[in-house]
């Protein structure tokens, strides 16, 4: 039945999270796929959802700070001759 | 075996954004993005759901795994372009498309606002225009109707493009 | 899909020998551990409790709490995931007695069963020919052009996380940001699967909105 499987743009952006990590069955999967065929904006929606998991990486940046570095390194010490 | 993949200007995939190696370079999927599983590519019949500015000709390589609309082997790289789809070719599947719909809807007038969709999106969002077609035909004439206007569709393209 | 928890890896050849070197008082492994999580610790203990001195504190203790508990890690875990849940558990703890109401139940249940939608509604038609599809569809953002545009964004994400509740905020810091994998997080934060995946959906649904509408205002500008 075509009708009761196709996927509306509603559902799809329900089911992005899910696409991306590999969790959808391999007929859900089908199915995301399909309307993404046809659909301009779910693919827009798609490469934005993207695009931000890609932004958010990026706040991952320094290195620890020496100060707090120093401070852990006694703390060992401490412990070590304790 | 050979197959075809519509693909993104500049031969990117249009759903993991991978881009395509040169012709005759093999593309091999690994799982490292877990929503890929192998290179996808599809047969003449189901041409019609997947459009994109490019189209090629592909190799497939592996064991070959058929889905419902698509096909999926571990490896797969790019044969030949098939030149003769252009934006011209796209521009005029989607207007039989919308003759398509239009004569449809001349047995069934109620669905008159689908062959509008049709008409609106044939040039802009062409692949909608050819769903739009296949729905309405879907509601004319129940899944049958889907399947039978999307082998019009495939038939079409295959005969623009000499495939 | 079974709604268990995940199974965590056992701890690596690597891990196993830096647990040994710990134990025997290594400074050397110690100070390569601290390299290796000791920034992303501070990050995620920043979302359990008021400040980022208060945060310092917190991985100091926990790292004591790693020496204390050495002789008793018994690799069932990863070296890692064990030295998150510690991290987890003394910013909780922390947090707690600031009076930061941060129940440890509120990471596993509670909100899951209410409809979050990854999207306002009312972006979708109603109209019966195409019902569920957008009537008011996204516009795709070009590529931040130059390192300036790149920083903002970078702060809106970082804005729109810091106002997310607070089990969204913990699994896509540690999934997104820090790059954990799915049972890593799990185990950590003693969630399920399925837990997990939704709580990320919804905090990826705000933080994707948070850069559309800004993206919209500074296009708007």
């Known amino acids: 039945m075509k009708l009761s499987r196709d996927l509306t743009c509603a ?18 999967r089908e199915r995301f796929e399909e309307h993404l065929g046809f659909c301009d904006w779910c693919v827009t929606y798609l490469e934005q959802m993207r695009q931000t998991i890609e932004t958010t990486g ?16 006694e703390a060992f010490r401490g412990w070590r001759s304790g | 075996m050979i197959a075809y993949k519509f693909l993104g200007e500049g031969k990117v995939a249009p759903f993991s954004g991978v881009t395509w190696p040169d012709q005759g370079e093999w593309l091999e999927v690994e799982t490292v993005d877990p929503c890929r599983v192998g290179v996808h590519a599809c047969r003449i019949a189901q041409l019609p759901y997947w459009l994109r500015p490019e189209l090629w000709e592909v190799e497939l390589d592996g064991e070959v795994v058929e889905g419902e609309l698509m096909v999926v082997a571990p490896r797969g790289r790019l044969v030949r372009r098939v030149e003769a ?79 | 899909m079974a709604d268990s928890q995940s199974v965590a890896a056992p701890p690596s050849a690597d891990e196993r020998q830096l ?55 018994e690799g069932r875990s ?4 064990w030295i998150f849940r510690i991290l987890t558990n003394t910013a909780i703890s922390r947090g707690e007695r600031e009076g930061r ?24 038609t109603t109209e019966e020919r195409w019902s569920g599809h957008w009537s008011s569809p996204p516009v795709g953002w070009s590529a931040p052009e130059g390192r300036l545009l790149a920083a903002e964004l970078r702060d809106v994400v970082d804005r729109a996380i810091a106002q997310l509740p607070h089990a969204q905020a913990v699994v896509i810091a540690m999934r997104d940001v820090e790059g954990f994998g799915p049972g890593e997080v799990c185990n950590v934060l003693e969630i399920s699967e399925s837990n997990q995946r939704v709580l990320l959906h919804r905090a990826r649904s705000r933080v994707r909105r948070a850069l559309e509408e800004y993206l919209k205002e500074r296009a708007n500008g």
């Open chain 1, 11 to 28: 559902e799809v952006v329900e089911l992005v999270t899910e696409y991306l990590e590999g969790g959808l069955s391999s007929h859900d």
């Open chain 2, 85 to 163: 789809w252009n934006r011209d070719t796209e521009r005029e599947f989607g207007e039989a498309c919308a003759a398509e719909a239009r004569k449809r809807v001349e047995r069934s007038p109620e669905l008159e606002l689908f062959a509008v969709d049709v008409e609106q999106t044939a040039a802009s969002a062409t692949a909608f225009a050819a769903f739009a077609t296949a729905r309405l035909a879907e509601l004319q004439d129940g899944p049958p109707g889907y399947d039978a206007e999307r082998l019009r569709q495939a038939r079409w393209l295959a005969g623009a493009l000499a495939l």
């Open chain 1, 58 to 73: 990026r706040l991952r940046e320094e290195d620890i700070d020496p100060e707090l570095q120093d401070a852990l390194i």
């Open chain 3, 78 to 81: 990863s070296l890692k995931t």
């Open chain 3, 101 to 124: 109401t941060v129940p440890f139940s509120a990471l596993g249940t509670g909100h899951e069963e209410e409809f979050e939608p990854a999207v306002d509604q009312s972006r979708f």
């Open chain 3, 19 to 73: 647990v040994e070197a710990l134990r025997a008082g290594d400074e050397a492994a110690f100070t390569q551990l601290v390299r290796l999580y000791g920034a992303a610790m501070l990050r995620v203990a920043q979302h359990y409790v008021s400040s980022r001195a208060v945060a310092e504190e917190v991985v100091q203790e926990a790292w004591l709490g790693v020496l204390h508990g050495l002789e008793r890690f």
